[in-house]
């Protein structure tokens, strides 16, 4: 999907709201509307809309959790795994 080729200026929207709404519906690519050439909005469909809200509650519940691990001294999977690694290497110099 090329953006550029979804962006109508509000006057085109208010003469085609039904019809932009029929396309954005039916083909689930947003439509950025502009008001004095800058881009102002973006209409979405419904679902897609949904999904972003949805994505980005996760998103936020994510950076909580790694907020909160980072601040009570939790440590990150990769540094497990590699102090873990170190430690087979070292025992198997050892026997």
Same mark, same amino acid.
């Given at each position: 999907?090329? %953006?550029k080729? /979804?962006?109508?200026p @509000?006057?085109?929207v $208010?003469? /085609?709201?039904? !019809? #932009?709404? !029929?396309? =954005?519906?039916?083909?689930?690519q947003? @439509?950025?509307?502009? +008001? $004095?050439? !800058?881009? +102002?909005? =973006?209409? %979405? *469909?419904?679902?897609?809309?949904?999904?972003?809200? $949805?994505?980005?509650?996760? #998103? $936020? @519940?994510? &950076?909580?959790? *790694?907020?909160?691990?980072? !601040?009570?001294?939790? =440590?990150?999977q990769?540094?497990?795994?590699?102090a &873990?690694?170190?430690? #087979?290497?070292?025992?198997? +110099?050892?026997?």
């Open positions: 999907m090329q %953006l080729d /979804h962006v109508k @509000i006057t085109y $208010k003469a /085609h709201a039904a !019809e #932009l709404l !029929e396309q =954005v519906a039916e083909t689930r947003p @439509i950025v509307v502009t +008001r $004095k050439g !800058e881009a +102002r909005a =973006v209409l %979405l *469909d419904v679902e897609t809309y949904d999904a972003w809200r $949805k994505a980005l509650a996760m #998103l $936020k @519940i994510v &950076a909580r959790a *790694d907020a909160s691990a980072a !601040e009570s001294g939790w =440590v990150a990769d540094e497990v795994f590699a &873990a690694r170190r430690r #087979l290497r070292a025992r198997g +110099r050892d026997e």
